[in-house]
């Protein structure tokens, strides 16, 4: 009796005039969120290859775990008013349930998703078996829904039947598309004996080029092609795309594989080898994350024409057919079937127009089956979008340490530290989004270059003579021996030799940077951009730093630490400037010995560094000697970004081409083709 009671006082607490409400509109309401989703997927997953912005990334994963759950739930409501109707033993069906049984394709084809984004993650690959039961559970219910809703002599039932199909193939794509994109299946594509396209073996170019040159041939140091220049460019990283797979997948690779790919790049000027990188990262985020490697595949085409000329029959057959039977059904239920065959199509183009055509892809299977050169060159000249931000975030401890302005306040941060992300979206607060500079590109490159050419290029006692800032010479202090102890190596804890050299940095920018000479001050902003941008991934992404990195789980506490430090011993600070100029200062710095030991470390160094910039500007003159100290400093930041490449693994930097892209993964990939990464056997 107590039981019914309490039943009965729970009912109470939603109205019934509400209840019936919902009655009414669930399913409505499902549907149209179900396409609601999609839109929004398509759009944003896109975008999100070259959009680094955080709100982007909530909202695309918000809408990618949603969109499933959506439109299984809607298929769900639907089998259950089906099986309703006939557990009360009605007679037939009305024609208001009969078009909302039509529904049911459209709720599998959402299941299929959209062309931009099967994978929010790299590790949803891995779920294709998941899928596949999905696949098999939810195309029952669909295909339950059709059975009861099926009258033999209905117009809106035959239609069900191409629309079922469309929805069976797109939801069967995507299960292929993450089955393909696993791990097992991408180590089997790698390893597979069969014999490749000649475009897409590297060993290809390299003979072809060398063959041109020995005919007496006139060329640039270019690989050579009878297409335009950017053709050239995307064969070549097409060549490339068996390496690059390689080393996403962390595997050994061929020693000759190595060779191809030095030859190759030794001829290419910076802005031709970061550019062919960037076709290439393009080329393994479609693979990971969208449907592109279906489409170009013998039947991945076939199959989108079929599926759009399909439902551009439907829609056709549809318009004709409520017009004759318009009284029958209901005005909302029309435009929502309206807007399910309305929305497919524009899907269908969208993703045609803005991922299909203009990808690079689209133009390598034109070239491959020898399409006539006009189109080709047509197509290239079709407006793309960004292959990545293009852009490296930047963090400086400074600013945490000196707040000249009022900070941004955190908002809502008692919910973000309820929910436990709060430490998390504060890193992403104070980060700032600069362009990588042309400038820094070309001396990554030169650097690289110059390392390929070293016998063994990463001894710690190899005296590197690069030349990064203009007037220097290269020459090393050999003399500076505090620097020398105090530095932390950075095989051994990259995460504190990120810090160290970081505050110097900070601490050196802001006192030289109103002496800077023209030439030498774009190259000393360069290496200033290295060292935040590094300071960025220690704190943000450092996962990936897979060796020796400092525990910063708590960004807050080290920030304050630093800062109540500095307050403590530096007085009557009121500017960037104040700060650094005392931190150099014995009395001061004297004083973080006991407290802090990185802290003192670095900045006695940084002491040490303006010591003995003072004597060389007095015996070489002063422009001179700053370029030598920025010289060098500009060649450890060098060194450390090296090292941060060459020991991160393959599935991070899949992690960061759906954010947006890092530069770390431009430098790793640049460095694998010069052959200084250790997915080589060694010679």
């Known amino acids: 009796m107590s039981s019914r009671l309490m039943i009965g006082k729970e009912m109470k607490v939603i109205p019934p005039g509400f209840r019936k409400l919902w009655k009414e509109w669930d399913l409505r309401v499902m549907v149209l969120l179900s396409l609601a989703l999609q839109i929004i997927l398509i759009v944003l997953g896109r975008r999100r290859r070259f959009d680094s912005r955080l709100w982007i990334r909530i909202v695309a994963w918000s809408a990618y775990l949603a969109a499933d759950s959506v439109a299984t739930f809607a298929l769900g409501i639907l089998s ?34 959209p062309d931009t984004i099967t994978a929010y993650a790299f590790e949803d690959n891995e779920l294709w078996l998941r899928h596949f039961l999905k696949l098999i559970v939810q195309t029952i219910i669909a295909f339950y829904v059709f059975l009861m809703a099926w009258t033999g002599g209905s117009r809106l039932s035959m239609l069900s039947i191409p629309m079922f199909l469309v929805g069976l193939i797109k939801y069967g794509e995507r299960t292929w598309v993450l089955w393909s994109a696993s791990y097992e299946k991408l180590r089997q594509s790698l390893f597979s004996s069969t014999r ?58 061929r020693s000759r594989d190595r060779d191809s790919s030095k030859s190759v790049f030794r001829n290419l000027s910076f802005e031709d080898a970061f550019k062919v990188i960037e076709m290439e ?25 079929l599926t759009f000329f399909v439902t551009g029959c439907v829609l056709v057959l549809f318009t004709f057919l409520q017009r004759s039977q318009k009284q029958k059904y209901s005005k909302v239920d029309l435009c929502v079937t309206f807007s ?67 900070p941004k306040p955190l908002p809502c941060r008692k919910i973000l530290k309820l929910l436990g992300i709060e430490k998390k979206l504060e890193k992403q607060w104070w980060v700032a989004y ?23 290029p990463w001894e710690s006692n190899s005296k590197s003579s690069f030349i990064m800032v203009p007037r220097a010479q290269g020459n090393v202090d050999d003399d500076d021996k505090l620097i020398t102890e105090a530095a932390p190596n950075f095989e051994d804890d990259l995460g504190k030799s ?100 990185l802290l003192y470390d670095a900045s006695r160094a940084a002491a040490s ?36 490449a060459r020991k991160s693994k393959g599935n991070q930097h899949g992690q960061q081409l759906r954010r947006g892209g890092e530069l770390l993964t431009h430098v790793w990939l640049l460095m694998a083709h010069f052959g200084l990464t250790d997915h080589f056997p060694m010679s």
């Not at 039947?299 to 024409?305: A, E, H, I």
């Not at 290239?380 to 340490?401: A, D, E």
């Not at 003072?614 to 010289?631: M, P, R």
Request: aromatic residues 14%; charged residues 25%.
């Open 434 to 456: 600069e362009e990588v500079p042309e400038d820094l590109k070309e001396v990554i490159f030169r650097f690289f270059e110059e390392k390929a050419r070293e016998t063994k």
């Open 196 to 253: 490749p396209h000649p475009y897409d073996d590297i060993e290809f170019f390299t003979k072809e080029y060398y063959l041109k040159i020995t005919h007496g041939y006139v060329t640039r140091p270019t690989l050579v092609s009878e297409v335009q220049l950017r053709t050239e460019k995307l064969l070549r990283a097409h060549g490339c795309l068996r390496l690059t797979k390689g080393l996403f997948l962390d595997a050994a690779l």
């Open 498 to 597: 990120i810090l160290f050299w970081h505050i110097i940095t900070e601490v050196f920018y802001c006192l030289d940077e109103q002496i800077f000479e023209a030439d030498i001050a774009k190259h000393c902003e360069s290496i200033k951009q290295i060292s935040r941008y590094m300071f960025y991934l220690l704190l943000v992404h450092p996962s990936m730093f897979s060796i020796g990195v400092l525990d910063l789980s708590s960004f807050e506490y080290t920030v304050h630490r630093f800062r109540d430090e500095i307050q403590e011993v530096v007085p009557n600070y009121h500017s960037k400037y104040t700060v650094c100029r005392d931190l150099v200062k014995e009395v001061y710095y004297s004083k973080f010995r006991s407290s802090d030991r």
């Open 80 to 113: 259950g008013n089906l099986t309703d109707l006939f557990d009360e033993h009605a007679k037939a069906l009305g024609a208001n349930t009969e078009l909302e049984a039509f529904w049911a394709p459209f709720l599998l084809l959402h299941l299929g998703g």
């Open 340 to 406: 399910l065959l309305v929305v497919a199509i524009i899907l269908e183009i969208y993703s045609a127009v803005f991922m299909l055509i203009p990808s690079d892809q689209f133009l390598i299977w034109l070239t491959r089956r020898c399409i006539n050169s006009k189109v080709v060159n047509a197509c290239i000249f079709i407006p793309k979008s960004p292959r990545w931000s293009r852009k490296m975030c930047q963090l400086s401890l400074l600013s945490f340490i000196v707040v000249e302005h009022e």
């Open 281 to 305: 990262l393009g080329m393994v985020y479609d693979l990971l994350y969208t449907k592109a490697p279906l489409l170009y595949t013998l039947w991945g085409l076939p199959f989108r024409l």
């Open 609 to 644: 560094l303006r010591k003995n910039l003072g004597e060389q500007a007095q015996a070489q003159g002063q422009d001179l000697a700053l370029a030598e100290k920025w010289n060098e400093l500009g060649g450890t930041w060098l060194k450390i970004l090296a090292f941060a």
